[in-house]
């Protein structure tokens, strides 16, 4: 099977699922993904409410840490925000002006400019990418010269036990990135990593020539 992030040859990792042996990527086998209208189905039970403390605690994971390299203004993108968008509000709280894009609830395809992002974030989204060699393109492409790209996501290391991790039981979490896999992104896309709590939060910034 080759990888789904770097074509490279992947070796057998667990049941239905590969190992990347250069990019690290661990990836289910694409013969299981779910449909798009099974996707659609499953993410309308996702219950992402703004008012929820324990969700803004959550996505405060990603903006505790952001917010030490934000500018005083920006503009910036949430990149996959669901049907309650959330982190926006927190974002705008800091200064930011920001757009939602989301391809099931805020399908506007008209936000998705390259180059155009101050700040674009990511929350639980990079998991579900089916294509990720192309669908990291759009994201990083979307980030101006010496901005910043937040990601949430679950990130994986050998001494996770695959077998028994809750992370990968969601039908529609189907690509994983141990922190091998960021340094090959930002090498990749020309980032710098400027922060990785490598659990599940990692920042990046686009160089800027
Ligand atoms: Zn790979």
Not at 16 to 44: G, H, M, Q
Not at 116 to 129: A, L, P, Q, R
Request: include cysteine; aromatic fraction near 14%; glycine fraction near 6%.
């Amino acid at each position: 099977m080759n990888c789904l992030l770097c074509h490279n040859d992947s070796n057998d990792f667990e049941a239905d699922t590969f190992l990347c042996p250069v990019c690290k990527l661990v990836f289910k086998n694409p013969d299981i993904f779910l449909s798009a209208e099974e996707d659609v189905t499953r993410y309308s039970h996702h219950n992402n409410i703004s008012t929820d403390q324990g969700y803004l605690d959550f996505l405060g994971k990603l903006v505790n840490p952001l917010k030490e390299f934000l500018p005083k203004k920006f503009t910036a993108l949430d990149f996959g925000c669901g049907p309650g968008p959330t982190l926006s509000g927190l974002l705008e709280n800091l200064g930011g002006v920001v757009e939602n894009y989301d391809p099931i609830f805020f399908p506007d395809g008209h936000l998705l400019i390259p180059d155009s992002y101050d700040v674009v974030t990511s929350t639980e989204v990079v998991e579900h990418f089916k294509t990720p060699g192309f669908d990291w393109e759009i994201l990083v492409g979307l980030v101006k010269d010496g901005g910043l790209l937040g990601i949430m996501t679950q990130i994986y290391s050998p001494d996770i036990d695959y077998s028994k991790w809750w992370y990968k039981n969601d039908p529609t979490h189907i690509v994983f990135y141990q922190k091998e896999t960021f340094d090959f992104i930002a090498e990749k896309y020309n980032l710098e990593i400027l922060y990785c709590d490598n659990k599940s939060i990692t920042i990046f910034k686009k160089r800027d020539f």
